[in-house]
């Protein structure tokens, strides 16, 4: 039961509609068929929602299990393969790292050097730092950057009270949504991949380069299936042969 009023509405479909006395927002759950659901109780007025409530309350616990068997899990991000990492690729790793940090997860941000550049790892320890600042607003540094090998890693943990907050600010302007993890896991190990067969190439000649790009392209495609050919092909194929 929802004491409060008046308090700020969120209806079915997530559009905002503002402050309203309760009896008005019940009534109109009502006349939905749903229920008045309360989600940010600590805010003046109260955020309350028009949804199922038995629903909501199924995938909230289906997150809440999912969260206790995945939730803390180490993602390692690469900033490339060099120093010489566009400006704007970076941006989309920091991008990466905030999304995993929001779900609960750490995140390691790792920035390597090729040849010489390690004589310049203030640069890349600048770098880090900097990403430390853009996401000081929910991260901390569980790790400061220091060196390992040629690389210098950093590694950052969800800070729990400022997510919490930034979660229910953003309900409140109703921008809140729930992201798709798995795609963003997809996409970083896809980077990280590219990464690791650059490095292959690294020190190759050209002729040598599309040599093994053209033996991946076979492996991908697997071994020829002579049961999908046409036997009248074939035997075409056999006469042409024999002219």
Not at 29 to 35: I, N, P, S, V
Not at 43 to 46: A, G, I, K, W
């Given at each position: 039961m929802i004491r409060i009023s008046p308090i700020r509405l969120i209806d079915?479909?997530?559009?905002?509609?503002?402050?309203?006395?309760?009896?008005?927002?019940?009534?109109?759950?009502?006349?939905?068929?749903?229920?008045l659901v309360e989600v940010v109780p600590d805010?003046?007025?109260?955020v309350?929602?028009?949804m199922d409530y038995g629903k909501h309350k199924y995938d909230q616990s289906k997150k809440e299990a999912k969260a206790r068997t995945h939730g803390n899990?180490?993602?390692e991000i690469r900033l490339g393969r060099s120093l010489k990492i566009d400006p704007h690729d970076v941006q989309i790793r920091v991008d990466q790292a905030?999304?995993?940090l929001m779900a609960g997860h750490k995140v390691q941000i790792t920035q390597r050097f090729r040849g010489r550049e390690f004589m310049h790892?203030?640069?890349?320890?600048?770098?880090?730092f900097?990403?430390?600042?853009?996401?000081?607003?929910?991260?901390?540094?569980?790790?400061?950057?220091?060196?390992?090998?040629?690389a210098i890693t950093l590694v950052l943990s969800p800070d729990k009270d400022k997510i919490k907050a930034l979660k229910s600010r953003l309900i409140q302007e109703g921008k809140a949504h729930e992201d798709d993890l798995e795609a963003l896991e997809a996409q970083v190990a896809a980077q990280n991949a590219e990464d690791e067969r650059e490095d292959e190439y690294e020190g190759m000649t050209e002729e040598e380069k599309m040599e093994k790009k053209k033996e991946e392209k076979k492996a991908k495609?697997?071994?020829?299936?002579?049961?999908?050919?046409?036997?009248?092909?074939?035997e075409v194929a056999d006469l042409l042969g024999e002219i």
């Open positions: 079915e479909e997530g559009e905002q509609r503002g402050v309203v006395e309760t009896a008005e927002a019940m009534r109109m759950a009502q006349a939905a068929g749903l229920d805010s003046r007025p109260p309350c929602k028009i899990e180490l993602k905030r999304r995993f790892k203030q640069l890349g320890e600048e770098r880090l900097q990403i430390c600042q853009d996401l000081s607003d929910i991260a901390k540094i569980d790790v400061a950057p220091k060196a390992m090998g040629r495609r697997g071994p020829k299936d002579d049961r999908a050919n046409n036997p009248v092909d074939d």
